[in-house]
């Protein structure tokens, strides 16, 4: 049996246009879904719609008003779901099981119905339905109910099917204004939050509406559902308040510009896709660790959320989800990575080293339901001898992986940015730098020029750099949506791809040579050379100035030019290749040298040449207008630093 089951919950506020592209690829999804994928369908804008899809020949709607909250109990009760007379007790574990078991079923052969016995009526009632046709006075926004809409499609699926593994799939596009969840007044001349806002706490419906979407993500916990989002809007839709909810239950998030661009149409196709190109969307999964007595867990960071499972091995200090040794995934997939840390400074340890066991372990039990509807555990058991911390012993050395500890770095400086007031991020990560540099580096007291750092660190502190100039940290660049976009992806993918988010890859595609990895510096570009960077969220090609001009006088369609038709064409091949992979798919950028796009590609390179010294220049690089350190001058001041007696 497989287990898929979906409500789609779709926004209607929207252009014609937009809600064309998102109609259509909603109904190519229903296509690609299996059978017997139960399938489910609620609408919103001013009001929220409830589509009975049991009837083929007439549509029957339930309409829910946008502008309070509603309870899983209402909403059972205005679907006629739950029979009179009865009230579900909060806390009393739900109704009775029998008599659960008819109302459910009830509720599930209305509103969530297998794809094939529902795909006409849904293709018919979506050919059929209409943007929202509230009137909206000049100057104002929409008035969108997303937030009641998501709660009502939580009710549904709780009362529907409570503990089954299912998603919600909101595709929203634009922001909430009416009711709970709100994040903006409906007056346009009144623009969505931004990073300074948030800062300043100067805005005023942030708080709440976070509020309402961790209770909302506490539901869908205790349900065992996922909340998929799809937002495509120019301007914010509020992301940044939905990400508790989303993260907490293991959803998907995807943030593009457009229901039509392919980054919103090629990720949600994926989601519905089988076979070898399936996401391998897993569901009602737990994790639970054990460990020596000496070592404390604090939490994670990623897609999960604390079962309250307390324990002796529970730290007292939290970092993330944690006061628990055990945790929920209502949804995790094939790259699903979590960040679990633990406190090592146990004072039975240090107080009493002769009765520690010279053995350390730690055991993770994953249990999960897979894409077939089978349960699994899997077990992971690690053991490892202590080592004296004092000592810089060979196995410490080695021990350390410095893309898994850029990228560990990278998730707690989000959460802390998130979570501490004035937390000043890049201070605190050069004092850890100049720390570890330190501790691991060979040097002499007080002489900068005689350090040196062993290989197995020596990446470390580019990747510190990287991530001090990344979105992560500079999140003044971006909308606050963007910011819990890119967080919430940094949270939950695995270590490749998290590192490059925080330090992007670049290859260099030119006449004389393969391609090849090239620094990500500004001294990388040249006239004649191609670069591809892949900085997950987007993949640039640039051309250098000559190449485009022998591309632009058509060298390539001539025959005795075959070479440069490959040169064109080999980024193009390697882009395509990364794209197919990933989810969500990247935005393809093809620019050529001081184009405008070429700001993708710039934005990333180190400043080796900036106006400050563009007279030591080579001829046909190209310079970089900021004030930002340089790579060179980051590490002189952090060898100077770290050999400080
Ligand atoms: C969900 O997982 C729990 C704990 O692993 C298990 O007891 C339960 O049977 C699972 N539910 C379903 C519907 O598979
Ligand atoms: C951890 O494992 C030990 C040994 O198997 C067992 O006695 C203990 O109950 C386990 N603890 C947890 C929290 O599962
Ligand atoms: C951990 O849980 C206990 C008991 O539920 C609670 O009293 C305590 O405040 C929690 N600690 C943290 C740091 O959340
Ligand atoms: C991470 O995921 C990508 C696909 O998204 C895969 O190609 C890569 O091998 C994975 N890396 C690790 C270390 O698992």
């Known amino acids: 049996m497989l287990s898929l089951r979906f409500v789609f919950v779709l926004d209607t506020c929207m252009i014609e246009e937009e809600f064309e592209y998102v109609k259509s690829e909603f109904k190519r999804a229903i296509g690609l879904l299996p059978e017997n994928a139960m399938v489910g369908f609620v609408s919103f804008g001013t009001q929220v719609q409830v589509h009975e899809l049991g009837f083929s020949d007439m549509s029957k709607v339930y309409v829910f008003r946008g502008t309070k909250e509603i309870s899983k109990d209402q909403v059972m009760e205005q679907l006629g779901i739950g029979v009179a007379g009865r009230r579900n007790v909060p806390g009393a574990g739900g109704y009775q099981q029998q008599k659960g078991m008819h109302m459910q079923n009830s509720g599930v052969?209305?509103?969530?119905?297998?794809?094939?016995?529902?795909?006409?009526?849904?293709?018919?009632?979506?050919?059929?339905?209409?943007?929202d046709q509230w009137p909206v006075a000049p100057g104002t926004r929409a008035s969108r109910c997303t937030g009641v809409a998501l709660s009502v499609a939580a009710g549904l699926l709780g009362a529907c099917l409570p503990g089954t593994g299912a998603r919600i799939v909101a595709l929203v596009g634009g922001p909430c204004t009416e009711g709970p969840g709100t994040i903006i007044s409906k007056d346009l001349s009144d623009p969505v939050r931004s990073h300074k806002d948030l800062d300043k706490d100067a805005a005023p419906y942030f708080k709440k509406a976070v509020k309402f979407y961790d209770s909302l993500a506490k539901q869908l916990v205790s349900q065992g559902h996922v909340l998929d989002l799809f937002a495509s809007a120019l301007d914010q839709v509020g992301v940044a308040e939905m990400k508790v909810a989303v993260e907490r239950t293991g959803g998907l998030v995807v943030l593009s510009e457009s229901f039509g661009h392919s980054v919103f149409k090629d990720s949600f196709k994926r989601v519905f896709e089988n076979g070898e190109h399936s996401l391998g969307l897993c569901f009602n999964g737990t994790l639970e660790i054990n460990c020596s007595k000496d070592i404390k867990i604090q939490g994670i960071i990623g897609p999960c959320t604390s079962m309250e499972k307390k324990g002796p091995s529970v730290a007292d200090t939290v970092i993330g989800e944690g006061n628990t040794t055990a945790w929920k995934m209502c949804g995790l997939d094939k790259s699903t990575c979590l960040t679990v840390f633990f406190?090592?400074?146990?004072?039975?340890?240090?107080?009493?080293?002769?009765?520690?066991?010279?053995q350390l372990y730690l055991q993770f039990l994953t249990t999960y339901q897979n894409p077939e509807g089978l349960m699994l555990l899997r077990v992971t058991t690690i053991t490892r001898s202590w080592v004296d911390s004092a000592a810089n012993s060979e196995e410490l050395v080695q021990g350390f992986d410095q893309e898994t500890a850029a990228v560990v770095m990278a998730r707690l400086t989000s959460l802390k940015m998130e979570a501490e007031e004035g937390f000043d991020a890049t201070r605190w990560l050069d004092r850890n730098l100049i720390r570890v540099c330190s501790r691991f580096g060979e040097y002499r007291k007080d002489d900068p020029t005689s350090f040196t750092l062993n290989s197995f660190f020596s990446f470390f502190p580019q990747f510190m750099f990287n991530l001090r100039r990344s979105q992560f940290v500079q999140v003044f660049n971006n909308s606050p949506d963007e910011t819990a976009y890119f967080r919430m992806s940094l949270n939950r993918e695995n270590i490749t791809n998290a590192a490059v988010m925080i330090q992007p890859s670049l290859i260099s595609y030119s006449f004389n040579s393969l391609p090849q990895p090239a620094l990500l510096d500004v001294a990388s570009i040249g006239a004649d050379r191609i670069l591809l960077l892949d900085s997950y969220f987007s993949v640039v090609i640039f051309h250098g100035m000559t190449i485009a001009q022998w591309r632009n006088l058509g060298y390539q369609n001539q025959p005795e030019h075959q070479a440069f038709a490959q040169l064109l064409q080999a980024p193009k091949d390697d882009a395509q290749m990364i794209i197919h992979d990933r989810f969500p798919v990247p935005r393809l950028v093809v620019c050529d040298q001081h184009g405008s796009q070429a700001r993708f590609l710039l934005a990333k390179l180190n400043p080796s040449a900036t106006y400050n010294n563009a007279n030591d220049m080579a001829a046909g690089s190209d310079i970089i207008f900021t004030d930002d350190v340089s790579l060179q001058v980051f590490f002189e001041h952090l060898q100077r630093l770290a050999v400080q007696s």
Do not use: I, M, Y
């Open 343 to 358: 406190d090592l400074s146990s004072s039975e340890k240090s107080s009493n080293p002769g009765a520690v066991n010279p």
């Open 109 to 131: 052969t209305r509103f969530l119905l297998p794809a094939s016995d529902c795909e006409f009526t849904l293709n018919s009632l979506l050919d059929e339905l209409q943007t």
